[in-house]
C-alpha cells in the first residue's frame, strides 16, 4: 500500500497540525537561529501539509525540496502551495521532486541540506532504509525532524471488545512492505533515534498524538473503516467479530459517543558541534 488519496491528506491535515509536540517544534525553530539561509528536504511531502505548518514558523530566507513519488499528489499539492502563497506575505523558495525514495534516495543530489524532514512516512520504511536514511543525514550534516509516526497504540472509548484484536491486526499489517521492505512500522522511530545517535546526533523523541472526540467524527470514521478492511484483508475467514465491533463502532459513532486516541511520535535530531 502505497497510494494516498489527497482526500485523505486534506482530512488529516488539521489534526495533524494540532497534534504536533510544540515542545519538539520549539526546539527547532530555537536551532533555526543558528542558520541564515535554511534549506530543507521534505520528503514524502504528499501535498506540502509539513511546509504549510513549518515554513511560518522557520523565518525568512528559506528554500524546499519537495519529494514524493505520486505525480497526483505532487500535482495537487503544487496548486495548494500556490493558493496558499497568495494568502501570505513571504513565502519560502521550492521545487518538487518526483522520485521513489527507496530506489532513488542516494540519488538525490542536492547541496547544502541543512534539515531534513518528514510527517505521516516514517512508520512505512524498512530499518535497512532508515540506515541508508540516517547516513545520508549525516553526510549533509542535516538537522533530522521526522514528525507524526505512528507508535501502535489505538484506544477507543468507549472500549469494545474486539478493539484489542483489531489494533493487533493494524500493527501486524503495519510491517508489510509499503514499497521500502518489509516496515518497521510502530518500531521505527526508535530504532532512528538509536541511529542517530549512533552517528554522534543529539536526539529528542516526544509525543503527539492524535485525540480525535466526537467533531472528528468523518476521520473517525474514515479510520474505523479502513481499519476494517485491513483486518479482514488478513483474515477473511475468521471475521464474524469484526462485522460485530464495525456494526457497533458505528453507531456509537453516529450517536456522537465516540472518541479516539492514535499514538505518534515526533523526533527532532541534530549534531552539536
Ligand atoms: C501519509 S502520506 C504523508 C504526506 C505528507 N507528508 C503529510 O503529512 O500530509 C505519505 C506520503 O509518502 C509518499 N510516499 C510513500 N512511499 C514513497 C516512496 N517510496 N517515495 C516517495 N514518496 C513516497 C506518499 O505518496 C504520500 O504522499
Not at 6 to 33: F, K, M
Not at 39 to 67: C, I, K, M
Not at 75 to 87: I, P, S
Not at 246 to 252: D, I, N, S, V
Amino acid at each position: 500500500m502505497s497510494g494516498f488519496s489527497v482526500d485523505w491528506l486534506a482530512l488529516r491535515e488539521p489534526v495533524d497540525a494540532v497534534s504536533r509536540n510544540l515542545e519538539l517544534t520549539g526546539e527547532l525553530q530555537a536551532w533555526r537561529q543558528l542558520h541564515d539561509h535554511l534549506s530543507v528536504l521534505d520528503l514524502g511531502s504528499g501535498t506540502g501539509a509539513n511546509l504549510r505548518y513549518l515554513a511560518p514558523l522557520l523565518g525568512d530566507d528559506q528554500h524546499w525540496w519537495l519529494v514524493d513519488h505520486d505525480p497526483a499528489v505532487l500535482g495537487r499539492g503544487d496548486a495548494l502551495l500556490r493558493q496558499w502563497a497568495a494568502t501570505r506575505e513571504s513565502n519560502p523558495s521550492l521545487e518538487w521532486r518526483l522520485l521513489d525514495l527507496n530506489r532513488d534516495w542516494e540519488r538525490l543530489d542536492l547541496p547544502d541540506i541543512h534539515l531534513v524532514t518528514a510527517s505521516a512516512l516514517l512508520d512505512l520504511v524498512s530499518a535497512a532504509w532508515l540506515e541508508r536514511f540516517a547516513r545520508r543525514c549525516r553526510e549533509w550534516r542535516a538537522a533530522v525532524f521526522v514528525t507524526l509516526s505512528y507508535d501502535g497504540t489505538i484506544l477507543w472509548e468507549p472500549a469494545l471488545e474486539g478493539d484489542k484484536t483489531l489494533r493487533e491486526r493494524i500493527n501486524r499489517h503495519q510491517q508489510t512492505d509499503k514499497g521500502f521492505g518489509s516496515a518497521l512500522g510502530p518500531d521505527a522511530p526508535a530504532t532512528l533515534a538509536i541511529l542517530l545517535r549512533q552517528l554522534g546526533y543529539w536526539v529528542m523523541l516526544r509525543p503527539s498524538p492524535w485525540r480525535l472526540g466526537p467533531e472528528h467524527a468523518t476521520l473517525q470514521t474514515v479510520l474505523r473503516e479502513g481499519w476494517a478492511q485491513t483486518a479482514r484483508t488478513l483474515a477473511p475467514e475468521r471475521a464474524g467479530w469484526l462485522d460485530d465491533w464495525a456494526t457497533e463502532r458505528r453507531r456509537l459513532l453516529e450517536q456522537g459517543h465516540s472518541r479516539l486516541h492514535v499514538g505518534h511520535w515526533d523526533l527532532l535530531a541534530w549534531l552539536k558541534e
